[in-house]
C-alpha cells in the first residue's frame, strides 16, 4: 500500500533553514508527481510547491524564492528545503502523492505531516 512518512521538521528561528523529507513506498515513485503541503491553526491546508514526474515544479507566491522542492528517483525521497523562514511558515508540513505523472491533475495520498515551528 501507499505509504508516505515525512520527517526532519523541527524548531528553528527566523531566518534559519530546514530540509523536511518524504520517504515513499508502494508504487512507482518516479512515476507520479509529489508535493508540499501544509496547514496552519485555524487555516485551511495550502499547497507549498509540487514537482511533476519530469521535474517540473510549482511554487505558491509566499515561498517562491526561498524554497526548494526536489525528489531522488533512486531513493524514492522527496525534499523540501526551506531558507529565510518567516514565523508564518509555522504550520504541519504534508507530503502529497500526485495521481499521475503532471501535478495537474491533483493528489490522492497523504502523508501524517510533520511540524515546523519558526519562532520570531
Known amino acids: 500500500q501507499v505509504q508516505l512518512v515525512e520527517s526532519g521538521g523541527g524548531l528553528v528561528q527566523a531566518g534559519g533553514s530546514l530540509r523536511p523529507s518524504c520517504a515513499a513506498s508502494?508504487?512507482?515513485?518516479?512515476?507520479?508527481?509529489m508535493g508540499w503541503y501544509r496547514q496552519a491553526p485555524g487555516k485551511e491546508r495550502e499547497l507549498v510547491a509540487r514537482?511533476?514526474?519530469?521535474?517540473?515544479?510549482y511554487y505558491a507566491d509566499s515561498v517562491k524564492g526561498r524554497f526548494t522542492i526536489s525528489r531522488d528517483n533512486a531513493k524514492k525521497k522527496l525534499y523540501l528545503q526551506m531558507n529565510s523562514l518567516k514565523p508564518e511558515d509555522t504550520a504541519v508540513y504534508y507530503c502529497?502523492?500526485?495521481?499521475?505523472?503532471?501535478?495537474?491533475?491533483?493528489?490522492?495520498?497523504w502523508g501524517q505531516g510533520t511540524q515546523v515551528t519558526v519562532s520570531s
Open positions: 502529497a502523492k500526485g495521481r499521475g505523472s503532471s501535478y495537474l491533475l491533483g493528489v490522492d495520498y
Open positions: 508502494g508504487f512507482t515513485f518516479g512515476s507520479y508527481s
Open positions: 514537482i511533476s514526474s519530469d521535474g517540473t515544479t
